[in-house]
């Protein structure tokens, strides 16, 4: 038996509706989040409720749950850190560090890198960066 | 005097290259974008070792395994620690040292100072 199939017919879709959806979504991603300020995966910050406000975040150290320290996704021994932020004399003692780590990380650890940094390089100002907790 | 006019030509303007770049800016957007709130915590680390005993008066904050902290070596909770401080702090010129030790995390360490900072010895100092 010969079924009858029922010819589609080719008609032009309508894009402005979907255009407008996405667009809508487009605005509202523009206008409600910040682009995230570092790339490290993985790294779950500590939270804390009231905490002073993030102006810029520059000059990031991550530290992974390992303790690993990295300057922009590659690996940097303390020791290299000044190079790896390719500072000129005397720019570092002007600069604040901004550190991200894991809040697995065992604190003694953090300190430990923090004091190395602080013999190693004179910063201005050593911040943690962590999460504001909306509790 | 009649001017020859050209008869105007109905453009239709094809939508595909629009949709590609919007779609392509929202994927952008969507993976770069985030609404955490990051906010940032002054770090004064200082080590243990080759330190001068002064006369100052301190108060001494241990962060001991699991979080549990204690205050001059009395065992409190983390929410009463403001308040354990304060009564402490007879002195202003008084020193606030935090002392993490091993077992202690990241997380633990920031709660311990951000309670630190609410109290009357805004500048606690983080020790090895």
């Known amino acids: 038996m010969k079924l009858h199939y029922e010819e589609k017919t080719q008609g032009e879709e309508n894009l402005i509706p979907l255009i407008n959806i996405v667009f809508l979504i487009l605005i509202f991603f523009l206008i409600a989040t910040v682009i995230r300020p570092f790339s490290a995966k993985d790294i779950e910050l500590a939270t804390a409720i009231k905490q002073d406000e993030l102006h810029k975040l520059t000059n990031t150290l991550v530290i992974d749950k390992q303790g690993t320290t990295m300057v ?31 809040k697995a990380l065992p604190a003694d650890k953090l300190l430990e890198i923090v004091s190395k940094l602080s013999s190693e390089v004179k910063f201005a100002k050593i911040k943690l960066v962590i999460e504001k907790n909306e509790r | 005097m009649q001017l020859e006019t050209t008869p105007k030509r109905s453009l239709k303007l094809s939508l595909t290259p629009l949709i590609d770049v919007v779609f392509l800016l929202l994927i952008f957007f969507m993976l770069a974008s985030t609404f955490s709130r990051f906010t940032s915590l002054p770090l004064t680390a200082r080590s243990g070792e080759g330190q001068a005993a002064k006369t100052m008066s301190f108060i001494l904050v241990r962060i001991e ?37 091993e077992g202690s995390s990241v997380q633990h360490l920031v709660s311990v100072l951000e309670k630190a900072r609410q109290s009357k010895l805004k500048a606690p100092v983080v020790m090895r």
Not at chain 2, 74 to 82: I, K, S, W
């Open chain 2, 65 to 101: 395994k699991e979080g549990t902290v204690t205050v001059n070596g009395q065992r409190v909770e983390v929410a009463t620690l403001v308040e354990t401080i304060d009564q402490l702090a007879i002195k202003p010129e008084m020193k606030l040292i935090i002392k993490p030790i």
């Open chain 1, 72 to 102: 922009r996704g590659a690996p940097v021994a303390i020791e290299n850190i000044k190079e790896a932020f390719s500072f000129e004399d005397g720019q570092a003692e002007k600069e604040t560090l901004n550190i991200i780590t894991d």
